[in-house]
């Protein structure tokens, strides 16, 4: 049996074909989100991928910012759930989840059965999301997925203190022209982005195992900027941009199968 | 005279708040004293005089529900009033600066004719009290100064201990009495005490009726929702000292009462889960609110921001009526507002509670994080707080509200059918 889980969100598009509540057979995503072509494009690259059709799923949820807007689903769920559900079946072990997306923070605390405990998430400001990474990578003219290398060679991290994207935006392009190594500003975006979810995760209660998901998760810098601040080891969900879709699937087939209360 | 027998207590809501705002309108013409007060502030004094009330945070919820605030709170910007500052403040300071140009020009401003509100008066004095926050304080004395018009302040001490200590009642009555005389030479006659007396009778009337549908959620199904509180406090703030809040409220409770024997419930359907909202409705978007909960098989039977005027007193006994006023749980300590809302949530039964995370209602919103903590430890409900403003609507994005409830709603569930183990 196959379900789909559907994940929505600002600035990407991922779906998540499961066979039986266990076996990924497709995991997509496009980096545009909703409201653009991603939605329909992941689903046809996912069903493609796996040579399935749309009736072969026999239960549909969607997730995330445009879960409303998924016309193929069932139902939606909040990514709140389905983050935990997700991150949970691959990493039993975890308590808190950082997920850093497009637009959102979360910090979620989970009980021993993957339920969720409690979770904070950024209020109006998107400084230290997904999104304050895009601003800083256009500004540094560094490619989002090389930043985590130029952090490595950092020897003394800047400061960017801005609680504002784009004051924090002029703040980097100041130290530019400075003459500040980008090596170094990039470490201090990466700490600014850390500051920010971890003072989500204290809220929770730090306890490990912590879990990361979300686009930002393939930062390594990032992920190594929290584990600093934490003083904690940060394990990554694999494939980190597709587990709320997997949570979304995996409800899916327990609906199917009568065993989600 | 319109008669009122046959009517349903909806149309007493609307009926009363027109009049309340025509004979503002009627006095205004007729050079009779009008003034605008805060809405916590005491009704008695000023009613007891004949002198019409305007209440100007009922009437700027009014304008954010119509959807008319970004017009007026745009004046407020140009005149420099920080984004900060309560939206409430804004709105009233820029309609009446609006006012205030058409009484200088005689021109009436664009804004202001196409305002969705009802029109309101200029007021010949102000009355302020600070039980509710401080910033209503500076707003009352910029009307004043504005205006030129008397001001007068009752101040009431915070309370950091409870329960509320003599000196303080004694000090707020006295604080009663000097708003007695500044009465008495506004109005240029004698405090009429007897009529006083009638008055404050008449706001415990009131009041019990209020209180009579407010008790009324903690029935499970409930036949009322909190946030028909929500529209029915225009008359708790505005008319309590007079039988137009008692009729209505009487009207309403013996509805409620009627249904809940016949097994009509406010949730059409089966309600499925109840929460607590803590903190004032988030007027610009109160449907979005409302159906984003309903639709989730959600209904609010706790609300701690109506007993704001669970204004219980004696009538003839200055003390009592001063406990009453400071006693209200914005102007207490942190142990007390966490018990407040304690018996709100265990009242309305509640299975998750909501915090609106209004930066305009600094002493209700500001708490919100310690709060919500230390009664999550007691009650192991689950909570969410969502940025929101009572009448901004540009603080408040629909898509994070939704989310957030979204979660709540789940976590509520899963608490509900033992899938949670904690």
């Known amino acids: 049996m196959f379900t789909m889980g559907i994940d929505i969100g600002s600035s990407s598009s991922k779906v998540v074909i499961l066979e039986d509540g266990f076996n990924i057979i497709a995991g997509e995503v496009i980096q545009i989100g909703t409201g653009s072509t991603g939605p329909k494009r992941v689903l046809d690259e996912a069903l493609s991928k796996s040579s399935l ?117 002029s703040e980097v392009i100041s130290q530019l022209s400075n003459g500040v190594a980008k090596e170094n500003i990039i470490a201090g975006v990466h700490q600014s982005v850390a500051s920010k979810a971890c003072g989500l995760a204290y809220r929770c209660g730090v306890e490990e195992d912590i879990v990361m998901c979300g686009g930002v998760a393939k930062d390594e810098g990032v992920v190594r900027a929290i584990s600093k601040e934490l003083k904690k080891p940060v394990i990554v969900a694999p494939n980190p941009q597709i587990t709320a879709a997997l949570g979304a699937a995996i409800f899916a087939f327990e609906e199917v199968m009568g065993t989600n209360k | 005279m319109t008669d009122t027998t046959n009517m349903s207590a909806k149309e007493l809501l609307g009926f009363y708040q027109e009049e309340l705002y025509e004979e503002a309108r009627r006095a205004k013409k007729e050079g009779k004293l009008v003034c605008w007060s805060a809405s ?33 709170l745009e004046v407020a910007d140009e005149k420099g009033y920080n984004v900060d500052t309560c939206s409430y403040a804004r709105v009233n300071m820029g309609y009446m600066e609006l006012l205030k140009q058409e009484a200088l020009t005689g021109k009436t401003p664009e804004k202001l004719e196409k305002s969705p509100a009802a029109r309101i008066p200029l007021p010949d004095l102000v009355i302020t009290c600070n039980n509710i926050c401080n910033t209503l304080l500076k707003w009352y004395e910029n009307l004043a100064v504005e205006l030129n018009i008397p001001l007068i302040i009752i101040d009431v001490p915070f309370n950091h201990t409870m329960p509320i200590p003599q000196y303080s009642k004694d000090y707020i009555a006295e604080q009663f009495k000097n708003a007695i005389s500044q009465l008495e030479e506004i109005c240029g006659r004698k405090f009429d005490y007897d009529k006083f007396l009638k008055v404050q009778e008449q706001t415990q009337r009131s009041v019990a009726q209020w209180n009579r549908i407010a008790s009324l959620s903690s029935h499970k199904p409930s036949p009322l929702n909190g946030f028909d509180l929500f529209n029915y406090m225009a008359l708790i703030v505005c008319a309590r000292s007079r039988d137009y809040a008692e009729i209505t409220f009487k009207k309403f409770a013996d509805e409620l009462e009627e249904n809940l024997k016949n097994g009509i419930f406010a949730f059409k359907g089966n309600e499925q889960k109840r929460v607590t909202w803590e903190g004032i409705a988030v007027w610009p978007h109160l449907g979005h609110t409302f159906k984003g909960l309903k639709n989730l098989g959600n209904i609010m039977t706790g609300s701690a921001y109506p007993g704001l005027w669970n204004l219980s007193y004696t009538p003839g006994d200055m003390s009592s ?102």
């Open chain 1, 53 to 169: 059709k749309l009736q072969d799923m026999a239960r549909i949820i969607a997730t995330g910012y445009g879960r409303s807007s998924v016309d193929e689903a069932h139902k939606q769920i909040s990514e709140i759930s389905c983050q935990a559900k997700g991150v949970f079946f691959l990493v039993p072990s975890a308590k808190v989840i950082i997920d850093i997306g497009g637009q959102d923070v979360k910090a979620i605390k989970l009980d021993s059965k993957g339920c969720v405990k409690q979770f904070f998430m950024n209020d109006k400001c998107a400084a230290g999301t997904g999104r304050f990474l895009d601003v800083m990578s256009r500004v540094l003219e560094v490619n989002l997925n090389e930043m985590a290398e130029y952090d490595s060679r950092a020897t003394e991290p800047a400061t960017v203190s801005s609680t504002c994207t784009v004051f924090a935006e």
């Open chain 2, 40 to 72: 916590v502030a005491p009704s008695e004094f000023c009613v007891a005089m004949d002198i019409a009330m305007i209440y100007p945070e009922t009437h700027a919820a009014g304008i954010g529900a119509r959807k008319g605030a970004l017009d007026v």
């Open chain 2, 321 to 422: 009526m001063a406990e009453a006023y400071t006693r209200i749980y914005i102007n207490t300590c942190l142990d007390n507002k966490v018990k407040v809302l304690s018996d709100i949530i265990s009242g309305g039964k509640c299975d998750g509670v909501i915090y609106h995370q209004n930066r305009s209602c600094k002493l209700m919103s500001f708490l919100n994080v310690e709060t919500a903590d230390i009664l999550q430890k007691q009650n192991h409900l689950p909570y969410v707080s969502f940025d929101g403003d009572q009448t901004d609507p540009r603080n408040f994005a629909p898509a994070q509200f939704d989310t957030r409830i979204q979660a709540l709603d789940e976590m509520m569930k899963q608490n509900k059918e033992g899938v949670s183990n904690e």
